[in-house]
């Protein structure tokens, strides 16, 4: 009855707190019990080792020290301990075995866990509920895998919905990225459309200002030859004015003298040839060299016409205040002429 309840405790680890290595009738195992019970998991392994090197066939020992390793947290080394304890008993202490290989494994998932290697601990759980599972179905007293099954099966739940939440995350960012992704897809997209749509408006501005200036450049020339054509046109106005006014003036000036001179009375014959008999009759000479200048002058030709000068503004003035001046004289002449009595003729 004793060496069964000690069985249960072993069974409850990591359970139960008052978790003791299996008694022994040796003072080296109970001095071992002794420190595995105040926690002093490395004086206790010392002691079973000395133990089982003075009883290496104790498959009691054997298990006491792999649960002291356990521990102590030396996992390699207390299950092979185990494993030994487990050949030594010829199978009887293997109920033992796997409830420490599970409680090896749910150590180890939970280390993953921390360590966020989720699908790692899930392995590892699952490997420690088998553990479990195979211990509980060899044993006397199930109890003690029992809770412990379903701790590692509680422990597997667990991983399992943080992994769930992981993938659900994954595939959260990876929707995200994605999204995210077509969105700089759809912004390159724009902005290459934007820089095409750019270009082509810079090059019809371009060429709308080539256009422009192409079209300033004609309108340009023709107000440059406008100009010129009414520079030239005002030039040949002035000229034509004043090619008038000359003429005007001079045939002003023609009326002018044939107004001045006045009818002469009828000379009288026999005065006339008395002036004549009284002009002194020109030499041989004279008469020669008047002859020699008529002859030049016929052999020379009529005058050239007189080109008209360009006259300056201020001659211009000039001559119409010159113009006026004669035209008004040329009124008061005939104003005078009117007021003049007509002339008597005489028949006698």
């Known amino acids: 009855m004793k060496r069964a309840l000690w069985m249960a405790i072993v069974l ?8 003791e290595p299996k008694a ?9 019990a002794e420190l595995f019970q105040a926690e002093d998991f490395a004086g206790a392994v010392t002691a079973f080792r000395a133990e089982l090197e003075e009883s290496p066939k104790d498959a009691e020992v054997a298990y006491n020290l792999a649960a002291a390793l356990w521990r102590a947290g030396e996992a390699e080394e207390a ?8 050949v030594l008993s010829s199978g009887k202490l293997a109920p033992l075995r796997d409830g420490l290989l599970g409680n090896l494994r749910f150590d180890a998932a939970k280390a993953q866990m921390e360590q966020g290697d989720l699908q790692g601990a899930l392995g590892v759980a699952q490997q420690a509920k088998s553990h479990y599972q195979r211990g509980a179905l060899a044993a006397r007293d199930r109890a003690a895998l029992a809770r412990n099954l379903e701790r590692a099966l509680r422990l597997i739940e667990e991983i399992e919905k943080q992994l769930e939440e992981q993938e659900q995350q994954q595939d959260d960012q990876q929707q995200s990225d994605d999204q995210q992704q077509d969105e700089n897809q759809d912004e390159n997209q724009d902005e ?3 820089g095409e749509d750019q270009e082509q408006q810079d090059e019809q501005d371009s060429q709308q200002n080539e256009d422009e200036s192409e ?3 004609e309108d340009e020339q023709q107000e440059q030859q406008q100009d010129e054509q009414n520079q030239q046109q005002d030039e040949q106005e002035q000229q034509d004015q004043q090619e008038q006014a000359q003429d ?3 045939s002003e000036s023609q009326e002018d003298e044939s107004e001045q001179q006045e009818p002469q009375p009828k000379p009288d014959p026999d005065e006339s040839e008395e002036q004549e008999e009284q002009q002194p009759k020109p030499s041989p000479g004279e008469e020669e060299q008047k002859d020699e200048r008529q002859e030049q002058q016929q052999q020379e030709g009529p005058a050239p016409p007189r080109v008209p000068q360009q006259l300056s ?3 211009m003035k000039r001559l119409q205040q010159k113009l006026e001046q004669l035209q008004q004289a040329k009124r008061k002449m005939r104003e005078k002429k009117k007021r003049r009595r007509p002339r008597v003729e005489q028949d006698w």
């Open 12 to 19: 409850a680890l990591p359970v139960s707190a008052q978790d």
């Open 24 to 32: 022994s009738e040796k003072a080296s195992a109970k001095t071992g």
């Open 79 to 86: 299950e092979t301990t185990a494993e030994k304890a487990a």
């Open 192 to 194: 290459k459309q934007d």
């Open 215 to 217: 079209e300033q450049s």
């Open 248 to 250: 005007e003036q001079q």
């Open 313 to 315: 503004e201020e001659q």
